[in-house]
T-cell receptor, first 112, second 121 residues
Framework: GNSVTQMEGPVTLSEEAFLTINCTYT??????LFWYVQYPGEGLQLLLK?????DKGSNKGFEATYRKETTSFHLEKGSVQVSDSAVYFC???????????FGTGTRLKVLA | DTEVTQTPKHLVMGMTNKKSLKCEQH?????MYWYKQKAKKPPELMFV???????INESVPSRFSPECPNSSLLNLHLHALQPEDSALYLC????????????????????FGPGTRLLVL
């Protein structure tokens, strides 16, 4: 079946620390992969995406590379800020469909 | 304009009430979605409309009734809900997918609204 597995949170970091949030997936075909961010009381915002193997998505200092050989799409940022505190969801779109599957979300808390 | 709007922002209803959630987008997207999100959980797909026709129903109970009156609007009609239906209801939209060998040309980004927080008493 199709699924997304994310590391359990919460993740607590000091400002300017390096961030990694792990995401692995199982899927048939060639899924597109996404990272969404959700701030308290808000909907989801697309952070970055990758549509094929070896693609790197990047936005606002965040990066993730679509690794087909390890079925992973880990999110990284070199220096986090307090304003990055939010819940991060890894997601995939099942190839050829409108179905999106989300991971369980990882809460990030950045301390000043 | 990349905005998806949802009304109301908050809704409290009794188990015998009938209410509707509304979603609107003006991005020309012809795919629209309803998701349900419980606290500290990921969004769960409920319905998908493409070209104003229902294309996916994820075995949602009939007390939830979606409607897509035109290409910009998506409604979710609620009737005889249960307390366990209390959640954040999210609407999203995206371009229609150009399904060519499963590739969508990177145009399948979903844009989400802020959600309606529903409490069923």
């Amino acid at each position: 079946g199709n699924s997304v597995t994310q590391m359990e949170g919460p993740v607590t970091l000091s400002e300017e620390a390096f961030l990694t949030i792990n995401c692995t997936y199982t899927a048939t075909g060639y899924p597109s992969l996404f990272w969404y961010v959700q701030y308290p009381g808000e909907g989801l915002q697309l952070l970055l995406k990758a549509t094929k193997a070896d693609d790197k998505g990047s936005n606002k200092g965040f990066e993730a590379t679509y690794r087909k050989e390890t079925t992973s799409f880990h999110l990284e940022k070199g220096s986090v800020q307090v304003s990055d505190s939010a819940v991060y969801f890894c997601a995939l779109r099942i190839s050829g469909t409108y179905k999106y599957i989300f991971g369980t979300g990882t809460r990030l808390k950045v301390l000043a | 304009d990349t905005e998806v709007t949802q009304t109301p922002k908050h809704l409290v209803m009794g188990m015998t009430n009938k209410k509707s959630l509304k979603c609107e987008q003006h991005m020309g997207h012809r795919a629209m979605y309803w998701y349900k999100q419980k606290a500290k959980k990921p969004p769960e797909l409920m319905f998908v409309y493409s070209y104003e026709k229902l294309s996916i129903n994820e075995s949602v109970p009939s007390r939830f009734s979606p409607e897509c009156p035109n290409s910009s609007l998506l409604n979710l009609h609620l009737h005889a809900l249960q307390p366990e239906d209390s959640a954040l209801y999210l609407c999203a939209s995206s371009q229609i997918l150009a399904v060519v060998g499963g590739l969508a040309g990177g145009k399948e980004t979903q844009y989400f609204g802020p959600g309606t927080r529903l409490l069923v008493l």
